[in-house]
């Protein structure tokens, strides 16, 4: 019995910790959407320079989502993996192909 | 008792949602999907940004969107999507009560952000004329941005179902996976806005 009360505060604690960083993912989340807001609202940045840099952050908070808040970062994921990044995979060819269609 | 899978804190396991061959499956099933709907998104994605420009002598992106609301959207969600981790925090430390406090905070932040949505979309219909047949341009943005509040409206529905149905049941580990699998999908869906309030909106102002 005290075992398990003692594996359980073990694990209590470790829950703790782990609630610790998907708080500090959840503030960086915040400091990247409020730059991004503040480049557009702004207006100080041209076009060719806001746009790239917005994708950047964007991609760093989906990264963030993803490895953090969705877990991707644990053990046993690798299927996981497997599976987002083939549908990143058809996602980037589906946006190309589309994009491309505009340009000619 | 024996077949219920209610387990007190002391035994509940350290992973309960991944502790069944049925959770496991549950949640690979659920990433599957999440595959799935990647590609669904961008080929919506993929149609806006070819038709952004084809206003038809409508207002144009950088006129019709407010950066303000939008903020305000995204600040909802984003919010939305901690507090589901909060949940599933509490879901592991075997707090049932707690877990269904933190889905429902979840839930009215949802709530909030599909009414600012709902008020978006009213706005530009009425003050603006842009509709869903004004151009192709309002075409590829209905389609896009109510395909994500439609996601919302669905995830917001099946958050009600689960936490109605188990409210007196407990957490155990036979709706544990039911839980984690809602907060992937409702992390998935502040995913798709992310890019939604990037693509569409800011990158539409500076345009």
Not at chain 1, 48 to 75: E, G, R, T
Not at chain 2, 53 to 80: D, H, I, K
Not at chain 2, 82 to 92: D, G, I, Q, R
Request: charged share 15%.
């Amino acid at each position: 019995m005290t075992n398990h009360t003692k594996s359980n505060e073990f694990h209590k604690q470790q829950n703790k910790e782990e609630m610790k960083k998907q708080l500090i993912t959840f503030a960086t989340m915040i400091i990247f959407t409020i730059i991004a807001f503040i480049i557009v609202g702004s207006g100080l940045m041209s076009k060719m320079l806001a746009i790239p840099l917005l994708l950047i952050l964007a991609l760093i908070q989906v990264a963030f989502q993803f490895y953090y808040f969705m877990h991707m970062k644990d053990k046993g994921h690798d299927m996981v993996a497997i599976m987002i990044y083939g549908g990143v995979w058809a996602a980037i060819l589906t946006v190309a192909a589309l994009s491309l269609v505009i340009w000619w | 008792m024996a077949h219920d899978h209610s387990l007190n804190p002391e035994t509940m396991p350290h992973h309960p949602e991944k502790a069944t061959l049925e959770g496991k499956n549950k949640f690979l099933g659920l990433w599957f999907f999440l595959g799935g709907e990647t590609v669904l998104f961008a080929s919506l994605f993929g149609t806006y940004l070819a038709l952004k420009n084809s206003t038809a002598g409508g207002p144009t992106s950088e006129e019709l969107f407010g950066l303000e609301l939008v903020f305000l959207m995204t600040m909802l969600l984003l919010t939305s999507s901690l507090t589901s981790v909060y949940a599933m925090y509490h879901m592991k430390n075997n707090d049932f009560k707690k877990m269904q406090l933190w889905l429902g905070i979840t839930g009215l932040l949802g709530v909030a952000f599909l009414a600012c949505e709902i008020y978006e979309f009213y706005h530009y219909i009425h003050e603006y004329g842009f509709t869903f047949r004004s151009s192709a341009f309002g075409s590829a943005f209905y389609t896009l941005v109510g395909f994500h509040g439609g996601h919302v409206l669905f995830g917001l529905s099946w958050l009600a179902a689960i936490m109605i149905r188990n409210a007196k049941r407990g957490l155990n580990l036979y709706n544990a996976p039911k839980f984690n699998t809602f907060s992937l999908y409702w992390h998935f869906i502040d995913v798709v806005w992310v890019f939604i309030f990037t693509v569409v909106y800011l990158m539409g102002k500076v345009a």
